[in-house]
Structures are given as structure tokens and as C-alpha cells.
């Protein structure tokens, strides 16, 4: 991999990044929400997060939801529920094409908008779980996203047609262990990665925010691009501040023929 130094984060240079993705073998990228408030989805920790208006840790917390499973859906109506009406944003486009170009191995995800799917991506391991599926608590009964939304939207909580009881999202709640497939397929990629790109995550959320550690530990290298301060900027090759810059920019390298490959 090429020589390149540690840049200030508010450099506006943005072309090490891209040659470092060029010399990457075997190039992972690790998302968090910071990625999708670009397509309009709040996000938890930032200036306009979550926090600022609730208890945010209480709309994914277990014992909650089993208690007083409506403030999950009422929190999250106009946050979850409404993804058909979000696009992908210029981040999630990026990591597609690279994908596509066969310069980006995997995408990990704390994310849980399915943007990275609704982009083009394949390769996605969300270790947070997916509303792809909503389940039944009490028996083996499933509804998909699509039908559960519309519900939702409509003002009530879908039920299990088997046995009525309210139903709970697969996504990882407080309290539950994250899908066990899924993060050992994550650590297994930030094991073989020697780039692992970091975006938009503060690195709060554990144990996924470890797993850029798995990388350099292995010896290969990581780019934080993050408008919050993370426990890893020390570490990290690149550290860039604002996502929707540095990726707009990438998008017009790629659109003038600059293939990463």
C-alpha cells in the first residue's frame, strides 16, 4: 500500500483516500448512521440527533418494547416506517459502484434503512439485524417489511395473524446478542481487510465498534470520515470530517473515468 500521511481532518483533499482504495487488496467499508442522515434520517448522537428530542435508548431497548411496545412504533413512524420515501444517499451510491467495480470486498452496517440494498450494494452485513422482518414473540410467525410499514403508518402495531401478539422487528435491541452470522461474517472481513474505510459511526455502540480494531490488529489500515471525534481518529491513516464533501467528490472522480480498480 502506498506512503500516505495522516491528513488534518479538514483537509480538503480527497484524492489519498481515493489512492488508497486503488492499492487496497481486500477493501471493507463500516458504516454507521452518520451515512444516512445524507438521504434524511436522523441520526442518534449528532447535533440534530435523536437525543435532542427523546430518550433514543429507550426506542430500542428489550425490556421496553415488552413492556410498552407502542412507544417503539411511535418513535420510530416517521423514522423506520417511511424508508420508501428515502434514497440512498451519495455515500451509499459510491460504496455500490465500488462494489460493483470489484474494489470494495464487503460493507458492514450498523444501519438499519436498508439504503445500502436500495443503492445497488450486494455484499451488506448488517450487524444491528434488518426491519426486513417483523417476528412473532410467541410463535414462528413472520410479517415482511412492506405490509408491517403500512400498518405502521396507519396509526397501529402489526400483529401475528397466528396468535395476535404484537410484533417485534428483527433488528437488534438493547438486550439481545447481535445476529450471530452476521458479525462473524463482520469480524472475518475486518480480519482479512488491509483498508477498512469507517464512515459515519462514532464508535459508540459496542461490540460492532470494535471491529475496526480487528483490522489493525491484522495489520491493515483504517479511514475515519466522521463529524464527531472517535476513540480510533488516533489511529487512523485518513480522518476526514464531512462525508457528503469527500464522497461528492469521489462521485465526480468516478463519473470522469477515475475507476478505483
Known amino acids: 500500500m502506498t506512503n500516505i500521511p495522516v491528513l488534518d481532518p479538514d483537509s480538503m483533499d480527497f484524492r489519498p483516500l481515493l489512492e ?7 477493501c471493507v467499508a ?19 440527533g435523536l437525543y435532542n428530542d427523546i430518550d433514543a435508548e ?10 410498552n411496545p407502542s412507544f417503539y412504533y411511535g418513535a420510530t413512524r416517521d423514522f423506520i416506517y417511511n424508508l420508501d420515501e428515502k434514497e440512498p444517499s451519495v455515500v451509499h451510491r459510491v460504496l455500490a459502484q465500488w462494489e460493483s467495480q470489484g474494489s470494495l470486498a464487503a460493507l458492514i452496517t450498523q444501519n438499519i434503512d436498508l439504503l445500502h440494498q436500495k443503492a445497488g450494494s450486494r455484499r451488506v452485513i448488517e450487524v444491528h ?6 417476528s412473532c414473540p410467541d410463535c414462528d410467525s413472520t410479517m415482511g417489511f412492506t405490509e408491517a410499514a403500512a ?4 396509526g397501529s402495531m ?18 439481545e446478542a447481535l445476529p450471530f452470522r452476521a458479525i462473524s461474517d463482520a469480524q472475518d472481513e475486518a480480519r482479512k481487510a488491509d483498508l477498512m474505510l469507517v464512515l459515519g459511526s462514532s464508535l459508540q455502540v459496542y461490540p460492532a465498534a470494535a471491529l475496526p480494531e480487528f483490522t489493525l490488529e491484522g495489520g491493515g489500515s483504517i479511514v475515519i470520515v ?5 476513540y480510533l481518529d488516533s489511529r487512523a491513516t485518513l480522518r476526514y470530517k464531512d462525508l457528503g464533501t469527500v464522497f461528492d467528490w469521489l462521485e465526480d472522480e468516478l463519473s470522469d473515468g477515475g475507476n478505483p480498480t
Open 20 to 26: 488508497l482504495v486503488q492499492a487496497s487488496r481486500h
Open 158 to 175: 402489526p400483529r401475528c395473524w397466528n396468535c395476535g401478539a404484537i410484533l417485534k422487528p428483527d433488528i437488534t435491541f438493547f438486550g
Open 58 to 67: 429507550k426506542i430500542f431497548d428489550l425490556d421496553e418494547f415488552r413492556r
Open 129 to 134: 439485524g434488518s426491519p426486513l422482518v417483523h
Open 30 to 48: 463500516f458504516t454507521g448512521a452518520g451515512v444516512s442522515t445524507l438521504s434524511g434520517i436522523r441520526d442518534f448522537r449528532g447535533k440534530n
Open 226 to 230: 466522521n463529524d464527531m471525534g472517535t
Open 151 to 154: 400498518i405502521v403508518r396507519g
